[in-house]
Nanobody, 120 residues
């Protein structure tokens, strides 16, 4: 079993910055990709950014140039630095981890989510 614990959400004015963190814990697994999705009220969940164990990154067009995803493989932790925040970035941000266990079974785990609110 893997647990993901997120932190760093909050409220900020437009143009401000926040940094999200997500730490994975457990035993008997390794992590391939990690990343962040977000879901705003009344909208579908959307990919924000992902990063592989080799640190190859992918971003949604809407956040390119403003958000930076990074990870510390030794700590099984992924970060999302969010700059130049806009009101449309307001959403619940969920961390995920693509894992494989000692039996070669792949499984995705999700965090509980952290609220990010950007006011104009």
């Amino acid at each position: 079993q893997v647990q993901l614990v997120e932190s760093g959400g909050g409220s900020v004015q437009a143009g401000g910055s926040l940094r999200l963190s997500c730490a994975a814990s457990g035993s008997g697994f390794s992590i391939n990709a990690m990343g962040w999705y977000r879901q705003a009220p009344g909208k579908q969940r959307e990919l924000v950014a992902t990063i592989t164990s080799g640190k190859v990154t992918k971003y949604a067009d809407s956040v390119k140039g403003r958000f930076t995803i990074s990870r510390d493989n030794a700590k099984n932790t992924v970060y999302l630095q969010m700059n130049s925040l806009k009101p449309e970035d307001t959403a619940v941000y969920h961390c995920y981890a693509e894992t494989v266990n000692d039996y070669e079974v792949w499984y995705d785990y999700w965090g509980q989510g952290t609220q990010v609110t950007v006011s104009s």
